[in-house]
């Protein structure tokens, strides 16, 4: 399975930013939009204008799944200001029909597609007597984190696209019932397959939040061993991200790109394991942004992997770190969708 005839793995010019675009981004992903949007999304204060609802969990058999789904729905299109096509992608799981959101702004010139992407869900089924229907689940760091950067994504964006239309359409997706198994990504990549969506790139971003120890790595899962050709359009929106990352988050190194090669003797410690995974088994190219959840490639030994994992207690991120990963994923998107 591969789709990498569409892939903008050679280009005549390499994906780069003006200043003009530079400062755009680091004015509108900032700590603190970070953690405005973490605190609705999780619980910490009322995701409506009214004060009325607070979410005590994204769980998708917690009846406060859908409300997270309407208040995403709803915040993109107030962000996308009519030039946003906003929508909710329906599928199946448990006998209950549940939501991915997207929004989408139409590209110039080309019909290529470039995704941004995290989930929407959260779990915490590592605390002793959770029940998914009745308890809280925060999920700041999966994937409340990852959920704020792609809304982070779509203002900046949106600021962007004042300067320029993009030349390629950009979407911005959240994913519902990831913590079930990728369940909503892979009936939405499955159906952008069936109807050859010429996706180029998909760049997910997943538990990007925790970081509490030296130095800030961080990562980018590529690995998927049954499609080598899969994973070399995947490395190259891997590296992209390093080399522009550099413009607009100077403070973070290198990231840290895991392949099917190792350092796990199975590859890549995240292949299948978030919902870049269901873009890449269909032939799209897509990538993991995530924190040092891994002992590292570049710095062996290194990991800084959050103990509130899947836990009611999963409830801080550091949202300056945040900010830089979500900047540096960004301007990837943005510069992919205009090369």
Not at 26 to 50: L, Q
Not at 183 to 210: F, H, R, T
Not at 245 to 265: F, N
Not at 308 to 324: P, S
């Amino acid at each position: 399975v591969t789709r990498t005839a569409n892939l903008l793995s050679a280009p005549p010019i390499e994906a780069a930013l003006s200043q003009e675009e530079i400062e755009t981004l680091r004015r509108e992903i900032t700590p603190e939009s970070i953690a405005a949007d973490v605190d609705r999304y999780c619980g910490k204060k009322p995701v409506d204008d009214a004060g009325e609802i607070t979410l005590e969990s994204r769980h998708i058999q917690h009846e406060h799944n859908a409300l997270a789904v309407e208040a995403l729905r709803q915040d993109l299109e107030i962000i996308g200001d009519d030039d946003f096509l906003v929508a909710l992608h329906r599928f199946t799981h448990e006998g209950r029909h549940l939501y991915n959101v997207e929004a989408e702004l139409v590209g110039s010139e080309l019909e290529e597609v470039i995704l941004i992407t995290a989930h929407l869900d959260s779990t915490a089924n590592s605390t002793a007597g959770y029940d998914p229907s009745k308890d809280p689940a925060p999920g700041v760091d999966d994937d409340g984190s990852g959920t704020a950067a792609v809304v982070a994504a779509a203002r900046a964006i949106k600021r962007l696209s004042a300067l320029k239309q993009p030349k390629r359409t950009i979407r911005f997706v959240l994913f519902n019932a990831e913590e079930h198994g990728l369940v909503g990504s892979k009936a939405y990549a499955a159906n952008e397959a069936a109807l050859a969506a010429p996706i180029v790139g998909v760049y997910q971003m997943d538990m990007m939040g925790y970081n509490r120890e030296p130095p800030r790595t961080y990562e980018v899962h590529i690995g998927i061993r049954l499609y080598p050709d899969v994973e070399k359009g995947s490395r190259v929106l891997a590296e992209r991200i390093g080399r522009l990352a550099a413009h607009v988050s100077p403070d973070l190194p290198a990231p840290q790109i895991y392949d099917s090669k190792g350092p796990e003797e199975n590859g890549d410690p995240a292949e299948r394991r978030s919902d870049h995974y269901s873009f890449q088994v269909v032939g799209y190219p897509a990538c993991l942004a995530s924190e040092d959840l891994f002992p590292g490639v570049n710095i062996p030994g290194t990991s800084d992997s959050n103990p509130n994992y899947h836990r009611v207690t999963d409830a801080v991120i550091d949202t300056e770190y945040a900010a830089d990963i979500a900047r540096a994923v960004a301007a990837t998107a943005w510069a992919t969708a205009n090369m």
